[in-house]
């Protein structure tokens, strides 16, 4: 995992905090190394797992004034069953912090030396590669490579499953999320700060506003509507696309795109229907579902495994 700029110097704006890394794990344990947790000293935001570890950390993090590292057994020093090992770096976080990063890393002593040792350029190499994809200690300094701008996923409809799709994805820090309905009344009166509402009579004409890297999910109110946006989206070029239905209605779909001039492999790429069966129709089922999917490939694509793990 990458440290995420943007979204550090957002949580600035509520003040400094001591942010909570997770760097190493050795065995089981409830979280991967780059997971990390915000500590305020009347808040937090996001977890590094939960239970006795995650007390113990926000115990430590609040007063925390210099950057530490500790290491943490979770059997014999916290009670826990996981049986694994947890290294955690601790560190005070400010905005004029945040504005000085550049490049493909962001490297800083943690009590090494003042001075950069080689094998810290050396892994600021591998971050130029793209070999870095979590943060290392080598030599007394924290290195971590800068995460890419989150992916853009497009959500047509802002009905019940457009609010689960919504209420789901936005705490995820993977996505930028444009949301596009026919009217500010179709919307909910607060938003995530990750997620840009769009308002147009017809929708479809939004279309082009969408970077051909992205992502949609179509769950509007109306057929006619679903199947004109399906139209200009495959005409548009996109990474993905999933749209909401029966197989009845993709079909009809199918039928139709073919004649509006989609060739079956263009038409093909769009997933219909979206969610998994087994998990149910509700509108939040559908959504953990399409959710999971996305999770899963992202992390093929960033090369992600899956590792064992515990929450208490």
């Avoid at 916290?78 to 912090?97: I, R, S, W, Y």
């Avoid at 596009?180 to 009344?185: L, R, V």
């Avoid at 969408?210 to 509507?225: C, E, G, K, M």
């Avoid at 996109?238 to 073919?258: H, V």
Wanted: charged share 20%.
């Amino acid at each position: 995992m990458s440290i995420r700029l943007d979204l550090l110097t957002e949580a600035t704006k509520r003040g400094p905090f001591v942010r909570v890394l997770v760097i190493e794990v050795k065995g089981s344990a409830p979280r991967e190394p780059g997971a990390e947790m915000l500590v305020w000293a009347d808040q937090t935001q996001g977890t590094i797992g939960g239970g006795t570890l995650e007390y113990e950390a926000i115990a430590r993090a609040r007063g925390l004034r210099a950057p530490k590292v500790e290491r943490f057994a979770l059997g014999p020093d916290m009670g826990q069953c996981c049986g694994g090992a947890v290294t955690l770096a601790f560190e005070p976080v400010h905005a004029e912090t945040l504005a000085k990063i550049d490049g493909p890393a962001f490297a800083r002593p943690f009590g090494g030396a003042p001075d950069m040792p080689l094998a810290v350029r050396q892994a600021l190499a591998e971050a130029r590669r793209g070999a870095l994809t979590a943060p290392v200690l080598r030599e007394g300094w924290l290195i971590e490579p800068i995460a890419p701008p989150p992916d853009p996923l497009w959500i047509w409809g802002a009905g019940h499953v457009g609010r689960a799709l919504v209420n789901v994805l936005s705490p995820l820090p993977d996505w930028a999320i444009s949301w596009a309905d026919t009217g500010a009344e179709r919307f909910p009166d607060t938003l995530p700060p990750n997620v840009t509402p769009l308002i147009a009579e017809n929708p479809a004409d939004l279309v082009s506003l969408a970077p051909p890297q992205a992502r949609h999910l179509i769950v509007t109110f109306s057929h006619a509507l679903d199947l004109e946006l399906c139209h200009h989206i495959l005409g548009r070029g996109f990474a993905g696309c999933g749209l909401i239905g029966s197989q009845t209605k993709w079909s009809r779909f199918q039928r139709r795109l073919t004649e509006l001039g989609h060739s079956s492999a263009q038409i093909s790429r769009i997933a219909c229907p979206i969610g998994d069966p087994l998990l149910g129709k509700a509108p939040q089922a559908i959504a953990i579902s399409v959710a999971a999917a996305l999770l899963r490939e992202r992390n093929i694509r960033a090369g992600t495994a899956a590792k064992e793990g515990c929450t208490g």
